[in-house]
């Protein structure tokens, strides 16, 4: 693949260890984060520091933006300087962060009066997924916006699929994040069960884990919950966000998901008690 210039948009957890993967295959990447110092490290290696989204935009070949809320979605794209304010035609856009299936349809028509193609690109895999490269990204758009992205995606990800037209990568996600949700409460109260049952959780681990029991949660994720280790692959404040977008699409399409509504509970009470940015697995507090 030929050396692209490519602007990226927020370098947090997950943002940092994709553009790494850029830089390493060779490509030229100006990063923007509202919070310079998050990008340092990055600069150190070989990025471009851009004091705006328009900036990261304005001679970008591809833009990629991973944020936190739909809002940030909204801002980096549609604000004064945002990159809809820079963008030149025949870009494509990718926007990674898991947000709203109906503003993902929205970015996508404004990349195409502007003479760009927009994917909207949510991923999985957490912090572990995106070092590695092994990330799940789940796509939506055009067949030609998918296949100018997919060689930058093959960088960062080893399961890569086009699921449709906009909106649906962001559906998928909400698929897989109501899959999730439901799962860690599963995997804190096996923890909670075997501890209080007087067994050696580590070793109960061993048994279950590649039984039918298995997931991803309880292989990566229970050993941390035993370790005491709640640093964030993946915020609670994010997946509550998550949980909410679920929640909104299931009431448009008049479906019931009480699992959902209980895992948005339990991880409201969590964020209620200061835990906000720790990582997901820090649901097992509720049951210590």
Known sequence: MDRKRIGFIGTGVMGTSIVR?????????????RTKSKAEQLIGEGAHWAASPAEAAAAAEAVMTMVGYPADVEEVYFG??????????????ADMTTSSPQLAIRIAEEAEKLGC?????????????ARNGTLSIMCGGSAEAF?????????????????????????????????????????????????KAGLDPERVLKSIATGAAGSWSLSNLAPRMLEGDFAPGFYVKHFLKDLRIVLEEARVMELELPGVKLAEQMYAELSGKGFGDDGTQALYKLYI
């Open 21 to 33: 993967h850029f830089l390493r295959a060779g490509h030229e990447v100006t990063v923007y984060t």
């Open 80 to 93: 004064g300087q945002g990159v809809f304010s820079a963008i030149r035609p025949g870009t494509v856009v």
């Open 117 to 129: 193609r927009s994917v909207d690109a949510p991923v999985s895999g957490g912090d572990v997924g």
């Open 147 to 195: 296949l100018q992205l997919e060689p930058f995606f093959k960088l960062v990800g080893s399961n890569i699929i086009h699921h449709g037209p906009a909106g649906s990568g962001q559906h998928v996600k909400m698929s897989n994040q109501v899959a999730i949700a439901t799962n860690m409460i599963g995997v804190c109260e096996a923890l909670a069960y075997a501890i």
